[in-house]
């Protein structure tokens, strides 16, 4: 009958009426604060030559195109979603990776960063991801979906408070090694959430 086939199953039935509109307005809020601060910590990390700050704006773009494809997914089934979490847990892991490599040919060639350019920068960035994981907090504990879009926040946020700590301590310094340090810690953000996120998109995709 048309009635067993529901939106729960994944099957093709109709999309699930029941979107919080308060939490779409916030994903679409949060996908231009990242947008935005994607370029704006880019073009800082390029200025400063630094290795975390770079690593930080990768962070950026990846969380607008994972805000952009839990947009996308809003309404859809259990299966949808998980499926689209599953494609978010992979892109967190390539970006862990990305930076990991970024933080060895830095170490190989000796770069020391402008403390100055990743303080400001990384102020601007936390005050962008404090404001968007503040919204978001009421929804961390929904499906895998729901729970990526929080975990990219609260990484960035912490992310971006270990960068303006890297600054202070390279401008301390004057070497590269808080900047690859923080770097290493930004790579270990991301691929411990995606640990998380592909194992909870796996048990949902289990279980319908």
């Given at each position: 009958m048309p009635s067993d086939c529901s939106s729960s199953c994944g099957c093709g039935g109709p999309p699930q009426p029941s979107v919080d509109p308060l939490y779409r307005r916030i994903l679409i809020f949060a996908l231009a604060v990242n947008g935005a601060m994607f370029g704006v910590e880019f073009a800082g990390g390029v200025i400063a030559q630094s290795v975390s700050l770079l690593a930080d704006s990768l962070d950026f773009l990846s969380d607008a195109v994972n805000y952009g494809i839990s947009l996308a997914v809003l309404g859809m089934s259990m299966r949808r979603r998980a499926q689209a979490a599953l494609a978010k847990g992979l892109s967190l892991g390539a970006v862990g990776l990305w930076v990991i490599g970024n933080t060895l040919w830095n170490l190989a060639n000796g770069t020391v960063p402008t403390a100055e350019v990743m303080g400001v920068v990384g102020l601007m960035a936390l005050a962008a991801n404090a404001?968007?994981?503040?919204?978001?907090?009421?929804?961390?504990?929904?499906?895998?979906?729901?729970r990526s879009v929080w975990l990219c926040s609260r990484n960035d946020a912490i992310g971006n408070a270990v960068v303006i700590l890297a600054a202070t301590g390279v401008w301390a310094s004057q070497s590269g090694w808080p900047d690859l340090v923080v770097a290493a810690?930004?790579?270990?953000?991301?691929?411990?959430?995606?640990?998380?996120i592909l194992r909870q998109?796996?048990?949902?995709?289990?279980?319908?």
């Open positions: 404001g968007v994981a503040a919204l978001l907090f009421r929804y961390r504990e929904g499906d895998a979906n729901m810690v930004l790579a270990w953000l991301p691929l411990s959430a995606a640990v998380r998109a796996g048990e949902e995709l289990r279980s319908v």
